[in-house]
């Protein structure tokens, strides 16, 4: 019998509304918060599923 390695890979996305000067800060922003838990994506954001073999690269 042979051993196959297979990921699984979740998608979850949520879309949120920053206030800034440029896309730049939004986009830092947005990562200090998403860093410092501000920000934490659960179930009710999943997108989608894939999966498929796992491939060393």
Do not use: G, P, Q
């Not at 730049?24 to 838990?37: C, F, G, L, S, V």
């Not at 997108?47 to 796992?54: F, K």
Request: hydrophobic share 35%; aromatic share 8%.
């Amino acid at each position: 019998m042979k051993t196959f390695k297979i990921e699984i890979k979740e998608v979850l996305s949520r879309i949120i509304e920053i206030k800034a000067n440029s896309l730049d800060e939004a986009i830092t922003k947005t990562r200090e918060m998403y860093r410092n838990e501000e920000i934490i994506l659960d179930s009710s954001d999943y997108v989608s599923t894939d999966i498929e073999e796992y491939k060393d690269e």
